[in-house]
């Protein structure tokens, strides 16, 4: 909503400037950008189910990139909106991963202790 | 509980007359009705516990998808809100995940670490009681080593003693010995002085004892009292198978019966006494020896032939019974007859 007022009064804002509006990339995009960055750097294309998230955001980012350029703007603020949501998402499965890795290596060393004293 | 009134309040006031909404339709996109579901998982997931914080954000996140529902129904706000608001659901329940594992780890480090420890405990109490077995075996070995070396010290004492009692036995058994062989010598030597003695003139055993004869022609010439010379070799020989022995010696002088008893009686005194006194000069000892003249009293012949005067005429050596004469202890009882 907040977009849509600062839409607004940009429109406003141009049109008393005797000005055609002009499509402005939000800050949502970068913002969204560097989610998907980071999606990746913790390696979700790596995972099955994080790497589908990670797709889907950056269709997501594609589409919404193409609707600030035909002037949809608000549309492209949902857009991007769903796509920080799944890069969000892919990021906390790609985690959830190495979390569960890390936890299964502390069991084993546990198991291996057991069974050398044993 | 929160969302579904939150819920309820919403469709009720679309409901009730879509005064928001100019073209109101109250059925809730796809995306709105996913939204819902996921976030009542999620609520009634162990993610309500471990990550409250992102499940309120999840609600929050619905909250505002109901909004945009409630405000224009089936928007494109509407469907992004409430697609967004299912991504959340979903990510509170990964982080539920995430938290867990966390946890897990953290129990598993700190289980290992007590393991270790404990192992460390284990094996240092292990390795105390080893020691001090160790120090046991130690102790019991140090007393064995000196029983050892105790019982070693006797059996060097004991067999020092046994080398002095069997040189001890050796010596013994040589004294023996040599004794034997002295006392066989003896023996050798009485004998063969008694085989001389024999030789010397006739042996006899008698009730009185041992009877050397010793004829007078062979000791004296006629009637005289002096040892011929050829007597004295005979006599050294009847000296030294004498000083074998010991006890006593009677030398008795005899004659026949001719001439005068008293002359007789004299005669065979002094011929006694004769050969008592060369005895003596051969070293037979005095005191054993008494020398005595029988005269004509004790004939052992006729004295009516030339040969039976001849054999009256003698010189009789007696070792009286008693004295120690060895092999030639006389058997005969001492009665006389």
Known sequence: MRWLETLAVASVTSLAMGCASSATTPPEMSQTKSTVRAAEEVGAQNVPRAALHLKMARDQVATAEQLIADNEGEMAYWVLQRAEADAELAMALAREVSYRQEAMEAAQRIERLKQETD | ?337
Not at chain 2, 102 to 112: A, C, G, S
Not at chain 2, 212 to 228: E, H, K, P, S, W
Not at chain 2, 277 to 296: H, K, M, T
């Open chain 2, 1 to 337: 509980m929160r969302m579904m009134r939150t819920t309820a309040k919403w469709i009720a006031v679309a409901a009730a007359g879509g005064a928001l909404s100019a073209c109101a339709s109250s059925a809730p996109s796809e995306q709105l009705v996913e939204a819902r579901r996921t976030y009542d998982l999620a609520r009634t997931s162990k993610a309500a516990q471990l990550v409250p914080a992102e499940v309120l954000e999840a609600q929050q996140a619905l909250e505002r998808a109901e909004a945009a529902h409630a405000e224009d129904a089936n928007s494109f706000e509407e469907r992004s809100t409430a697609y967004v608001a299912q991504r959340k659901a979903q990510e509170a329940m990964v982080q539920a995940e995430i938290a867990e594992a966390r946890l897990n780890q953290e129990r598993w480090e700190r289980q290992y670490t007590e393991l270790q420890d404990e192992l460390r405990r284990r094996a240092r109490s292990e390795l105390e009681q080893t020691r001090m077995n160790l120090r046991d075996i130690e102790n019991q070995l140090g007393a064995v080593r000196q029983e050892l070396s105790d019982r070693s010290d006797t059996l060097g004492e004991r067999a020092q003693e046994l080398q002095r009692l069997e040189q001890e036995l050796e010596a013994r058994k040589a004294e023996l010995e040599q004794q034997r062989e002295a006392r066989q010598q003896a023996e050798q030597k009485y004998q063969a002085a008694m085989q001389s003695l024999q030789e010397l003139g006739t042996l006899k055993e008698e009730q009185r004892g041992l009877v050397l004869t010793l004829t007078g022609a062979v000791l004296f010439r006629t009637a005289q009292a002096d040892l011929l010379p050829i007597a004295e070799q005979k006599l050294n020989r009847v000296a030294e198978a004498l000083k074998m022995q010991e006890g006593t010696i009677v030398i008795e002088g005899h004659t026949d019966s001719r001439g005068a008893d008293e002359m007789n009686q004299r005669l065979s005194q002094e011929r006694a006494e004769s050969v008592r006194q060369y005895l003596i000069s051969q070293g037979v000892d005095p005191d054993r020896v008494r020398a005595v003249g029988r005269g004509e009293q004790q004939p052992i012949a006729t004295n009516d032939t030339a040969e039976g005067r001849a054999m009256n005429r003698r010189v009789e050596i007696v070792i009286p019974n008693g004295g120690s004469t060895p092999a030639l202890e006389p058997n005969a009882p001492s009665s006389m007859p």
